[in-house]
T-cell receptor
Framework: DAGITQSPRHKVTETGTPVTLRCHQTENHRYMYWYRQDPGHGLRLIHYSYGVKDTDKGEVSDGYSVSRSKTEDFLLTLESATSSQTSVYFC???????????FGDGTRLSIL | RKEVEQDPGPFNVPEGATVAFNCTYSNSASQSFFWYRQDCRKEPKLLMSVYSSGNEDGRFTAQLNRASQYISLLIRDSKLSDSATYLCVVRPLEGGFKTIFGAGTRLFVKA
């Protein structure tokens, strides 16, 4: 399995609080992605990164920000969490933009 | 119309059966295609890439039909362990690194 670690694995927090999810990889892959998965929807891309300090928005980026200061770490931040951001969040990595992506175990986030 | 559409199922089949899933995509310029499987409350895992000429991996066969804009996955001799949700994944040529995931097709294989 690809060396991807997401933390925390579970989190419950309140509306309005900031939340940061971490994705750590040991594969030295250039590309990293954050997705959310909700019932009835496919995985939807939030943000992605194509290198250190190089990031771009996905289709559901509103309310989220990311940072990548090292190749191995990609952080997803919810500046002020809302109940609509309750979801399962997956991090993924790929060697290049055209290669298949490999996923971390996911973070289950509940915003009350 | 969704960019990638799959029949949500569920498909209920007995062990040993052959089952096929289709997935249609709307962007004719799509470049890369994949099938992933996802077990309940787990992460998606790559099952196989889909090549223009079709490809096979053991009991699994993937086909691409660009003219009709669909990809298919055939599972032969189904096992109980094949029970999962199968995700169709399409990457358009344009749009940077945008990757579109279907919502998945659920498969239950019963003894």
């Amino acid at each position: 399995d690809a060396g991807i670690t997401q933390s925390p694995r579970h989190k419950v927090t309140e509306t309005g609080t900031p939340v940061t999810l971490r994705c750590h990889q040991t594969e030295n892959h250039r590309y990293m992605y954050w997705y959310r998965q909700d019932p009835g929807h496919g995985l939807r891309l939030i943000h992605y990164s194509y290198g250190v300090k190089d990031t771009d928005k996905g289709e559901v980026s509103d309310g989220y920000s990311v940072s990548r200061s090292k190749t191995e770490d990609f952080l997803l931040t919810l500046e002020s969490a809302t109940s609509s951001q309750t979801s399962v969040y997956f991090c993924a990595i790929s060697e290049s933009g055209n290669q298949p992506q490999h996923f971390g175990d996911g973070t289950r986030l509940s915003i009350l | 119309r969704k960019e990638v559409e799959q029949d949500p199922g569920p498909f209920n089949v007995p062990e040993g059966a052959t089952v096929a899933f289709n997935c249609t995509y709307s962007n004719s310029a799509s470049q890369s295609f994949f099938w992933y499987r996802q077990d309940c409350r787990k992460e998606p895992k790559l099952l196989m890439s889909v090549y223009s000429s079709g490809n096979e991996d053991g009991r699994f066969t993937a086909q691409l039909n660009r003219a009709s804009q669909y990809i298919s996955l055939l599972i032969r001799d189904s096992k109980l362990s094949d029970s999962a949700t199968y995700l169709c994944v399409v990457r358009p040529l344009e749009g940077g690194f945008k990757t579109i995931f279907g919502a998945g097709t659920r498969l239950f294989v019963k003894a």
